[in-house]
């Protein structure tokens, strides 16, 4: 079989159709909540601490001064836009869960076959009586 024949069954198969559908909503899905977070739940926050911009908060690392000079700037640490990374993150995690969560609701449960029935505790007792009784 051919490379391009057998990409394009690959490509066309169903769960790399529905696959590709998730990605591309599931970024744009992101963005949305990315603009929640960003632009109404953290001017909210910052209102609730006192106008604290949460994004803006950082910590900057100074280096220890050569021959003694001025102490010279190192890292900068965002953790501002840490704290709001996980908050996109816990609001994207709660909506999957809920979707997951009224997808399981909604699909009819598949019915598993059911385990054939042993033998029962006196036809176990029988068995063996007449068992018993052969020797």
Do not use: H, W
Request: aromatic residues 8%; hydrophobic residues 50%.
């Amino acid at each position: 079989m051919g490379f391009i024949k057998e990409f394009k069954e690959f490509a066309m198969k169903g769960n790399v159709m529905d696959m590709a559908v998730g990605v591309i909503i599931g970024g744009a899905f992101g963005k949305i909540v990315t603009s929640l977070v960003d632009d109404v739940l953290m001017p909210f926050i910052g209102m609730l601490t006192g106008g604290v911009d949460l994004s803006g908060l950082e910590y900057k690392v100074m280096l220890p001064a050569v021959d003694g000079g001025e102490p010279v700037a190192g890292a900068v640490l965002k953790y501002g836009a840490f704290i709001q990374n996980i908050i996109d993150f816990l609001i994207i995690a709660f909506c999957i869960f809920l979707m997951v969560k009224a997808m399981n609701k909604i699909m009819p449960k598949k019915e598993e076959p059911a385990a054939p029935a042993g033998p029962t505790q006196e036809e176990l007792l029988t068995e063996i009586r007449d068992l018993l009784k052969k020797k």
